[in-house]
């Protein structure tokens, strides 16, 4: 267990939908990064916080894609009108540093179905 | 842009055999990081071993190690004594260490490893 929750573990919804996943990172990690993980690909970045500061989005995340970090502690990321494209793994990371090094601990992922 | 690329979608090994995973990447930067990552079936990615660019010294970590050739811009690793528990898929990843870098990663696809008792 890295200390990264992420909370819906699953999730299946019907196209247009809405949907809002929850990460909570280890405490006193400034910064927070979402990834998408489809099916046979590595996790690809969306977007990371500092502390409640979005500093940068990815060309992935389409205006249906919100983030935020309210008081710079947990995270939501909500998808609107979904569309079954967005069915994949959406992972949660934060960064600590151990030694000099900043290292990214992930969450278990959610894993969103749209049918 | 960086890429990474692992062109071994599966990889299978005995157990307490050895067994290489390979990966390529692409970059005009000189300075920086990269990873591999174990994710099992179903449960949290985590890092397996970290390699520095500027370092030389090959990355060690218990029965992990990795071999780097910079100019090559390859970064296998070397999984001895295959344990049951080594099977996972493994990412590999670079990262940017230029100033102002977000710490964002960049993954290959992934190699999945089976171990066979």
């Known amino acids: 267990d890295t200390g990264v929750s992420q909370d819906p573990r699953h999730k299946i919804t019907k196209r247009g939908q809405n949907v809002t996943f929850r990460c909570d990172p280890i405490?006193?990690?400034?910064?927070l990064y979402w990834y998408r993980q489809t099916l046979g690909q590595g996790p690809e970045f969306l977007t990371y916080f500092q502390n409640e500061a979005q500093l940068e989005k990815s060309r992935l995340l389409s205006d249906r894609f919100s983030a935020e970090r309210p008081k710079g502690s947990f995270s939501t990321l909500e998808i609107q009108r979904t569309e079954q494209g967005d069915s994949a793994m959406y992972l949660c990371?934060?960064?600590?540093?151990?030694?000099?090094?900043?290292?990214?601990?992930f969450g278990p992922g959610t894993r969103l179905t749209v049918l | 842009a960086q890429t990474v690329t692992q062109s071994q979608p599966e990889m299978s090994v005995q157990e307490a055999e050895t067994v290489t995973l390979s990966c390529t990447y692409d970059?005009?930067?000189?300075?920086?990081?990269l990873f591999w990552y174990k994710q099992p079936p179903s449960r949290q990615m985590i890092l397996v071993i970290r390699q520095e660019a500027y370092k030389q010294q090959n990355a060690t970590e218990n029965r992990f190690s990795v071999n780097f050739q910079k100019a090559a811009k390859s970064f296998s690793l070397k999984i001895s004594d295959s344990q049951l528990g080594d099977a996972a898929m493994y990412f590999c990843a670079y990262r940017s260490s230029s100033g102002g870098s977000n710490y964002k990663l960049t993954f290959g696809k992934g190699t999945l490893l089976t171990v066979n008792p």
């Open positions: 405490s006193e990690h400034n910064r």
């Open positions: 970059t005009s930067e000189s300075d920086y990081y």
């Open positions: 990371a934060s960064i600590r540093n151990i030694r000099g090094y900043n290292e990214q601990f």
